[in-house]
């Protein structure tokens, strides 16, 4: 996760386009660690950068888990804050001529980002952009062959076990083939949190989850990316 470039790379470089990826710090039932969206939104964030030679930064690993609050080890930041700190980075770069910034988004609880991007290009023009978006994921499912959908495979399921298992493997802890479970009637979940719906965690089916469809899915989010390029006039 993140870069470890040097100033010096970064002249020789000289991107108008960086790529900052977010993710959380929140529960993933007992075999994914509380990076897991970090982990995922790097893992996207470098593909990225290296297909189309943009400066990686680092990720944001705090974020909007408020749905996950009262399980040990999630911490959260206000939709305030982060959208107070993706404004700053964007308005940093800008300053030393990275003009263009490209939001890796890990989280699903994440909303306040797509209003950040709205805002942001509003006053600039189309200047920052957020990826992946919900067609995005669900073209990668299609493309890796997953069984799930978004809706029913929400948190800590076939999708985001099968990126670990590619990206991460030595992260992924025994458990993830007895840990299914279905929820798929969440009407109240904004307001009662993930604990209404999930004992363990989990919404999803881990159990599906492997290494080569995380490959494929990792593929697929990078090639949908270059309609993102073309938006942004790259």
């Not at 700053?88 to 988004?105: F, H, K, M, W, Y």
């Not at 590619?166 to 009662?192: F, K, M, Y």
Request: charged share 20%.
């Amino acid at each position: 996760m993140g870069t470890a470039a040097t100033a010096a790379d970064e002249r020789e470089r000289d991107a108008s386009v960086a790529v900052l990826p977010v993710g959380s710090f929140e529960q993933h039932g007992d075999f994914l660690p509380l990076v897991t969206d970090t982990v995922v939104a790097g893992a996207i964030a470098g593909r990225l950068a290296e297909a189309y030679s943009m400066m990686l930064l680092p990720p944001l690993t705090f974020s909007c888990s408020q749905e996950h609050a009262g399980w040990r080890g999630t911490v959260s930041i206000s939709a305030t804050t982060l959208h107070r700190v993706v404004m700053d980075v964007a308005e940093s770069l800008a300053r030393s001529g990275v003009t263009r910034l490209i939001v890796v988004n890990g989280h699903g609880g994440n909303y306040v980002l797509a209003n950040v991007v709205q805002e942001y290009t509003a006053v600039h023009g189309p200047t920052m952009s957020l990826f992946p978006r919900s067609a995005d994921w669900t073209r990668a499912r299609v493309d890796a062959g997953m069984a799930t959908t978004d809706h029913e495979d929400m948190h800590a399921g076939e999708l985001e076990t099968s990126i670990l298992l590619h990206v991460a493997p030595q992260l992924v802890r025994d458990g993830n083939a007895s840990a299914d479970w279905t929820a798929d009637d969440r009407p109240h979940l904004l307001t009662l949190g993930m604990s209404a719906y999930t004992t363990s965690g989990v919404i999803g089916r881990p159990s599906l989850g492997t290494a080569e469809k995380g490959r494929l899915a990792i593929e697929s989010l990078t090639r949908s990316f270059d309609a993102y390029r073309q938006a942004l006039g790259l």
